[in-house]
């Protein structure tokens, strides 16, 4: 069964704050995704990741870094977090073919 | 811009009857589509996946592909009240040896009894 966890389900942060998302999988994937959800817009794809070390950015780059030091570990980085990065995060990490994607359960995050 | 429309809803079907889904892309060369399951607060949900024209059978579900077309679609028969949830739609168009997936904004389904 996969399984991804990510670090918090809620999290509220203040206006310029660092924030650290996180997110684990246990099933040796080699690729991993961070995606935002919002209202009426679907999910977008922030950055990827298909390998450790190694970084891509998806269509919302924008604002955000990630870290992956580790093939189970995948983190999402807001530098300065702003009101506009309010949002659902999933990860998601994948495997097979085709390549399907298996989701965290999601953090809300709420930025003041 | 690489696009996947899906009718927001909400689709209201009575328990027991067939929802029918919709979802149309705009990547000719697209090779693999999904169906995820999102209920309210939670994350999506994995239905299944069809890569080949016709259908494809999983249970209650069935996946429907037509290429030509550009249209994928999901049937639920004998529709339940927990099945209502938003059903959002997924297609691979990656380019340059990297997968991607580009999702429908989603179809919100309501199953009344």
């Known amino acids: 069964d996969v399984k991804v966890t990510q670090s918090s389900r809620y999290l509220v942060k203040r206006t310029g704050e660092k924030v650290f998302l996180e997110c684990v999988q246990d099933m040796d994937h080699e690729n991993m995704f961070w995606y935002r959800q919002d209202p009426g817009l679907g999910l977008r794809l922030i950055y990827f990741?298909?390998?450790?070390?190694?970084?891509e950015k998806g269509d919302i780059p924008e604002g955000y870094s990630v870290s992956r030091e580790k093939k189970e570990r995948f983190s999402l980085i807001l530098e300065s977090a702003s009101t506009n990065q309010t949002s659902m995060y999933l990860c998601a990490s994948s495997f097979g073919l085709p390549e399907t994607q298996y989701f965290g359960p999601g953090t809300r995050l709420l930025v003041l | 811009q690489k696009e996947v429309e899906q009718n927001s809803g909400p689709l209201s079907v009575p328990e027991g009857a067939i929802a029918s889904l919709n979802c149309t892309y705009s990547?000719?060369?697209?090779?693999?589509f999904f169906w995820y399951r999102q209920y309210s607060g939670k994350s999506p949900e994995l239905i299944m996946f069809i890569y080949s024209n016709g259908d494809k059978e999983d249970g209650r579900f069935t996946a429907q592909l037509n290429k030509a077309s550009q249209y994928v679609s999901l049937l639920i028969r004998d529709s339940q009240p927990s099945d209502s949830a938003t059903y959002l739609c997924?297609?691979?168009?990656?380019?340059?040896?990297?997968?991607?997936?580009?999702f429908g904004a989603g179809t919100r389904l309501a199953v009344h009894p």
């Open positions: 990547d000719r060369g697209s090779q693999s």
């Open positions: 997924a297609v691979n168009m990656g380019s340059g040896g990297y997968n991607k997936l580009i």
């Open positions: 990741s298909y390998d450790v070390k190694m970084k």
